[in-house]
């Protein structure tokens, strides 16, 4: 009788695998999951140094993973199929740490990097080749109903832990700070950084292989300090021209100029 049940098992699983492989390669939706698959496959090669093989990018990614199950979820969330696309949705989340509302669209080659703690809300629409690193929410600002989260453009990258929210448009081939809070709508080819996000780069060249160089990105707060740092130095000058006394005073203590140096050094991460 065991045996029996063994065999009974062993059919059953071959007969879902061989209709599994009839699926993937004899029918048209099939045909299709094949192909994005092998277009998640190439993203990751292309944006990910870290990346070594195929079977590494099959197994150890959870963002390819977590993608995946959404596109099942979705899939079913269009069909109106109750209750299912959640729990797909909630098992994603368990395993990845990546939570992608079923009702989110998303184009090709969406990369989620490093994901854990992403979150997608459910009426995200998110463009075709978007970067997205740990610690993004595209989430809604209340409870309000209808669309209520944000509108991502294609070439999008977006940087650790930023937050975008309500139901604003990222325009094509914008880029977000690390840690960036956005609650306005962000023109395309542009870098946006800082809480409450403002715009620091304008009509920049279009994203080859996403990256953001937070080396030299602009500092809005810093760049305020340092127009602030070249008026006194102006006013200093005037007023050494106007007032002798005041110049014999300023020869009496420490060079303006180390003390310029300092200030503009905060520009720089050196701190006040």
Same mark, same amino acid.
């Not at 496959?41 to 140094?49: G, L, S």
């Not at 079977?55 to 977590?66: D, K, P, Q, R």
């Not at 463009?127 to 999008?156: A, C, F, M, S, W």
């Given at each position: 009788?065991?045996?029996?049940?063994?065999? $009974?098992?062993?059919?059953?699983?071959? !007969?879902?695998? @061989? !209709? $599994?492989?009839?699926?993937?390669?004899?029918?048209?939706? @099939? &045909?299709?999951?094949?192909?994005?698959?092998?277009?998640?496959? +190439?993203?990751? &090669?292309?944006?990910?140094?870290?990346?070594?093989?195929?079977?590494?990018?099959? =197994?150890?990614? #959870?963002?390819?993973? !977590?993608?995946?199950?959404? +596109?099942?979820?979705? !899939?079913?969330?269009?069909?109106?199929?109750?209750?299912?696309?959640?729990?797909?949705?909630?098992? #994603?989340?368990?395993?990845?740490?990546?939570?992608?509302? /079923?009702?989110?669209?998303?184009?090709?080659?969406?990369?989620?990097?490093?994901? $854990?703690?992403?979150?997608?809300?459910?009426?995200?629409?998110?463009? +075709?080749?978007?970067?997205?690193?740990?610690?993004?929410?595209?989430?809604?600002?209340?409870?309000?109903?209808?669309?209520?989260?944000? =509108?991502?453009?294609?070439?999008?990258?977006?940087?650790?832990?930023? &937050?975008?929210?309500?139901?604003?448009?990222?325009?094509?081939?914008? &880029?977000?700070?690390?840690?960036?809070?956005?609650?306005?709508?962000?023109?395309?080819?542009? =870098?946006?950084?800082?809480?409450?996000?403002?715009?620091?780069?304008?009509?920049?060249?279009?994203?080859?292989? /996403?990256?953001?160089?937070?080396?030299?990105? /602009?500092?809005?707060?810093?760049?305020?300090?340092?127009?602030?740092?070249?008026?006194?130095?102006?006013?200093?000058?005037?007023?050494?021209?106007?007032?002798?006394?005041? +110049?014999?005073?300023?020869?009496?203590?420490?060079?303006?100029?180390?003390?310029? #140096?300092?200030?503009?050094?905060?520009?720089?991460?050196?701190?006040?």
């Amino acid at each position: 009788m065991r045996s029996e049940g063994k065999r $009974s098992g062993s059919l059953g699983a071959l !007969a879902l695998g @061989g !209709a $599994s492989l009839a699926y993937l390669y004899l029918t048209a939706p @099939g &045909k299709s999951f094949r192909d994005t698959l092998r277009q998640d496959v +190439r993203v990751i &090669k292309e944006r990910d140094p870290a990346a070594r093989g195929l079977v590494e990018i099959l =197994t150890c990614y #959870s963002g390819l993973h !977590a993608i995946l199950f959404h +596109r099942v979820a979705h !899939a079913l969330w269009e069909r109106e199929v109750p209750l299912v696309p959640r729990l797909i949705s909630q098992i #994603s989340h368990v395993l990845t740490q990546i939570e992608i509302h /079923p009702g989110a669209t998303i184009g090709e080659g969406l990369f989620i990097d490093h994901g $854990s703690g992403v979150v997608i809300g459910e009426t995200s629409e998110i463009g +075709r080749n978007v970067t997205i690193y740990q610690g993004v929410t595209l989430g809604g600002t209340g409870k309000e109903v209808g669309k209520r989260h944000p =509108t991502i453009g294609d070439n999008v990258v977006i940087g650790t832990g930023a &937050k975008i929210l309500g139901s604003i448009v990222v325009g094509d081939n914008a &880029k977000i700070g690390a840690g960036s809070v956005v609650v306005h709508t962000v023109p395309a080819n542009s =870098t946006v950084v800082g809480n409450p996000g403002r715009p620091v780069i304008t009509d920049g060249t279009k994203v080859g292989i /996403p990256d953001i160089d937070y080396t030299h990105l /602009p500092d809005p707060v810093a760049e305020a300090m340092k127009c602030v740092v070249r008026r006194l130095v102006e006013l200093e000058n005037e007023l050494d021209e106007v007032c002798p006394p005041h +110049r014999k005073l300023v020869q009496e203590r420490h060079s303006l100029d180390e003390e310029i #140096s300092n200030l503009t050094g905060f520009y720089l991460g050196a701190g006040i």
